[in-house]
């Protein structure tokens, strides 16, 4: 990090101890108020005929654009560093310097190597004790084992699509929260280190999302749900009902792809049961218990099929802006948008 970032952080780390008290105090009467029979169910849903922000895919588009520019995003590289600090600069000039926060933590790699890694946190209308989050990956993967050429497995991809697009949706909220503050609290968290582990080897994976579970910067953080976005921007995606989501939040997987059909976004948002996928969702619901959902692209799988479905760009260097999609990137905003302004009970 610059200097200059450093110091941005760390006073942006100082408010966010100081609005963390309140957040546990509000989190309490919440807490109070479910236990008397007071608050409406944690999942509840209903269309409140509100006044929805248009989402915009080109700004989207833009920010994956931005983020590809810096070369692969793995940890220990310089992309990695460029485009840490190019997400809190533009966070804080959204958020606003205070209500943004990098978690920092260290990881042991494969080879003894130790790198430093970082969670970024940014809360809109911090004061707010009802919220939701919304989650993405910022990091790339160090290895491309699915390429076709045997030469570039062990180069880091792209990841344009993974990682990329999440993060990229993710931004354009900020930016929209900016200018339409959300009716309630909104944190978005982009967790490092999602991806470094080798295949099957699912200890060295979600590293970010398991040190912020078993660390949390706010004490008792409860939110009603959250929402993981992975690989939400190719051309051929497709979004079956991920199954880990049904097992933990199903009434949640049932709102987002009810918002789906009524916009008809369901050719995308399909209503068909989809693989179980670990991802940082899964580590969130077995770690913390806060609801939270997997909205990633891969196929249903198929009647006796094991393996996991996911495109043909994954892990590999094809995972690139070519086949990034404003159409789906739209889709996915305007599902969102639509879930976080006007669908909250």
């Given at each position: 990090m610059t200097g200059r970032v450093i110091q941005m952080a760390f006073v942006a780390y100082i408010a966010?101890?100081?609005?963390?008290?309140?957040?546990?105090?509000?989190?309490?009467?919440?807490?109070?108020?479910?236990?008397?029979?007071v608050s409406a169910?944690?999942?509840?849903?209903?269309?409140r005929d509100r006044e929805v922000p248009a989402f915009s895919a080109d700004s989207a588009y833009h920010f994956i654009e931005r983020q590809v520019s810096f070369g692969p995003r793995n940890p220990g590289s310089e992309g990695h560093r460029k485009t840490r600090d190019y997400l809190v600069g533009t966070l804080?000039?959204?958020?606003?310097?205070?209500?943004?926060?990098?978690?920092q933590f260290t990881h042991t790699g494969y080879s003894g190597e130790m790198y430093r890694m970082g969670n970024i946190i940014a809360s809109f209308r911090p004061g707010m004790g009802d919220r939701v989050m919304l989650l993405a990956h910022w990091d790339t993967r160090p290895r491309a084992e699915k390429d076709p050429d045997p030469l570039k497995r062990s180069q880091p991809i792209p990841g344009a699509d993974d990682g990329g697009s999440g993060v990229g949706v993710l931004l354009e909220f900020a930016r929209i929260f900016h200018d339409h503050p959300p009716p309630l609290g909104v944190d978005i968290l982009l967790f490092d280190g999602e991806d470094y582990g080798r295949e099957g080897d699912l200890d060295y994976y979600f590293l970010g999302s398991r040190y912020w579970s078993e660390n949390?910067?706010?004490p008792e953080y409860r939110p009603r749900f959250g929402v993981l976005l992975d690989m939400v921007?190719?051309?051929?995606?497709?979004?079956?009902?991920?199954?880990f989501s049904m097992q933990y939040a199903p009434g949640l997987v049932d709102e987002v792809w009810e918002i789906a059909r009524q916009m008809g976004y369901d050719h995308l948002f399909v209503d068909e049961k989809g693989s179980s996928i670990?991802?940082?969702h899964w580590i969130i619901n077995r770690k913390t218990g806060i609801p939270t959902i997997n909205i990633i692209h891969h196929k249903p799988p198929r009647p006796l099929q094991t393996a996991i479905n996911f495109p043909e760009h994954w892990h590999t260097h094809a995972d690139d802006m070519d086949i990034i999609s404003t159409e789906t990137l739209q889709a996915v905003g305007e599902v969102l948008l639509e879930l976080v302004y006007n669908r909250i009970r």
């Open positions: 966010f101890v100081a609005f963390t008290l309140f957040l546990v105090a509000a989190s309490a009467c919440d807490r109070k108020e479910r236990d008397s029979g169910p944690r999942l509840s849903f209903v269309d804080q000039s959204y958020a606003g310097s205070q209500a943004v926060y990098v978690q949390p910067p706010v921007g190719a051309g051929d995606a497709v979004f079956p009902r991920e199954g670990a991802d940082d």
